[in-house]
């Protein structure tokens, strides 16, 4: 009361006018919010729309929709409407209407008419940055082609043999630093692995300073991601803009290097660089030099912080999970010593065939919700299970409400790998790689990197985690990058 007694005060000391001034403006801002929310339930009740609110003008219910995504409970917000309006409902997000999905059988339906009646919806910086040809925003079969040559050479068993054993050197070379009793912050060194790797398989980097200076050029790249879509010189998305031409400009050479005699590195594996620029060679060829290049470029937007965060956060589901880690120690031992009285390599399909490894993986991205969702927009009026999402507006297939369900996951904030020993994970209900045409491609070298991560820490070390906790917003990452006490286990340990 007394602030709005001071409101008052200060609306009243200038004079009468602005007074008068400020609760015209206050008026007629309550009068719009309500025309615009009844014009919002009419148009629900009468063309099929799902029910919901617009909120305010403009901004509609971003606020609170941000606001929660920085709490603990992201979710809450979805939540809330899901009590009041069901698993289907309409808002208006990020400068858009929205009809928001946590119901899996409609955000199948949606993943998977994509192309069709639904396109990528990002924000308009991100569109900037990407450009048209973007894999990430092309559509039909241009989109389709890329997709099929890109999945098919990352779920190569060509492309698994040869990236396991640079993982696996990557991995050692970290934790070749890692001192007795020192803290190593996780989320760190896993974000340093997970782009040499990326780099590796996209164009065969190796670490250096070609891929040191590609590492700098694309933070200032992705800084620029989600800014004001101003382009003078000195804004964000300039210098983001400029980054990426760099990076571009680099990968130009690279190109240029492999038609001539200077491709230093003969003797080196295939990439998915050959896959493309094989393409450009081939009768039907339609991929220019100036696609790939901008691709090799948004290929890592999606690849390079999930990875390193479904290791971080595995390791902090573990720490917290006694149980887990000891089976998931036990399991990977076994594997270890085995190969060992062999005298074997581990190998690609050894890694992926623990199959309490991959329930652990498959529970923390489960829980983790590392893509919460993803953002359509609709070329034409859909109706799906009876809800219409008419053209023009966004669709939000939001997972990870799906994956906190407890209708479908018993205990849903529990970390419980032991339920995918009975569980499906491949149904409508699990979808922390998206679906339809856009699946992400590379599912499989994700969960591979996170398996033998996971593998050379539990065999060589045990740990003491220092506090931090999960963030979720804007993308998930841990509040104090997951710092932990390492310990080198001993033959005598
Ligand atoms: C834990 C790790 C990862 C997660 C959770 C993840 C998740 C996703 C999701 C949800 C999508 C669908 C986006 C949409 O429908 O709009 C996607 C697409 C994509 N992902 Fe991943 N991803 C991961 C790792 C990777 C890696 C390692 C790569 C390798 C380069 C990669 C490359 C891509 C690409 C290129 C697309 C776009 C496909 C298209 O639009 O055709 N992802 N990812």
Redesign the pocket.
């Known amino acids: 009361m007394e602030s709005v007694g001071r409101l008052w005060r200060s609306c009243c000391c200038y004079d009468g006018v602005q007074a008068w001034m400020f609760f015209f403006m206050v008026g007629i801002a309550s009068l719009m919010f309500l025309v615009w929310s009844k014009v919002g339930e009419f148009r629900g009740k009468r063309t099929g729309l799902p029910l919901g609110t617009l909120g305010w003008p403009l901004i509609g219910e971003s606020l609170e929709f941000i606001s929660c995504g920085y709490s603990t409970r992201p979710e809450s917000f979805m939540d809330k409407r899901r009590l009041l309006y069901g698993k289907v409902f309409k808002s208006h997000l990020l400068g858009s209407p929205t009809i928001v999905s946590t119901d899996p059988e409609v955000s199948k339906v949606v ?1 998977q008419n ?1 192309g069709r009646i639904f396109v ?1 919806s990002y924000p308009k910086s991100l569109n900037e940055l990407m450009g048209k040809s973007s ?2 925003q092309l559509n039909g079969n241009l ?1 389709k082609r ?2 099929g040559l ?1 999945g098919s050479f ?1 779920k190569s068993p060509e492309l698994k043999e040869q990236i396991t054993v640079d993982i696996e050197k990557y991995v050692l070379d970290s934790m070749k630093n890692w001192k007795d009793g020192q803290l190593v912050y996780i989320q760190d060194e896993t974000k340093k692995i997970a782009f040499q790797v ?1 780099l590796k ?2 164009m065969s980097l190796n670490p250096g300073e070609e891929l040191e200076y590609l590492k700098q050029e694309f933070r200032k790249f992705i800084s620029g991601l989600v800014s004001i879509p101003v382009k003078f010189p000195g804004t964000r998305l300039y210098k983001s803009l400029q980054a990426k031409a760099n990076m571009v400009k680099m990968v130009h050479r690279i190109i240029q290097d492999r038609g001539t005699k200077c491709d230093s590195n003969k003797t080196r594996e295939k990439d998915v660089l050959d896959v493309l620029l094989h393409e450009t060679n081939s009768i039907t060829g339609k991929f220019t030099i100036d696609l790939i290049s901008d691709n090799m470029i948004d ?1 890592m937007i ?2 390079e912080d ?2 390193p ?2 290791m971080t956060l595995a390791v902090q589901y573990l720490t917290s999970c006694p149980l887990a880690l000891q089976q998931l120690q036990e399991e990977n031992m076994k594997l270890k010593k085995s190969k060992e009285e062999k005298k074997e390599l581990v190998t690609w399909s050894d890694y992926m065939s623990l199959p309490f490894t991959q329930d652990v993986i498959t529970e923390t ?1 489960r829980l983790g919700n ?2 919460t969702g ?1 953002m359509r927009k609709a070329l034409q009026d859909f109706e799906v299970k009876g809800h219409l999402i008419p053209k023009g507006w966004c669709v939000f297939t939001y997972f990870r409400s799906i994956h906190l369900d407890e209708d479908l996951y018993d205990s849903p904030y529990k970390f419980n790998p032991w339920r995918w020993q009975e569980k499906d994970p491949t149904g409508s209900s699990f979808t ?3 679906g339809g ?7 499989e ?2 969960r591979l990197e996170a398996s033998i991560f996971l593998h050379l820490l539990v065999t060589q070390y045990s740990w003491e985690a220092e506090e931090d906790s999960v963030v979720s917003f804007p993308t998930v990452h841990m509040k104090n990058r997951m710092p932990i006490k390492v310990k080198k286990i001993t033959a005598h340990s």
């Not at 045409?437 to 599912?443: A, K, N, T």
């Open positions: 993943l994509d990528p894999i990430l989109q890329l997709h890109i990352l990326l398989a996209l290929l999606p690849g999930s990875v965060m479904l991205l590392i893509i993803v922390p790689f998206g045409h856009r699946l992400c491609p590379g599912l070298i994700a």
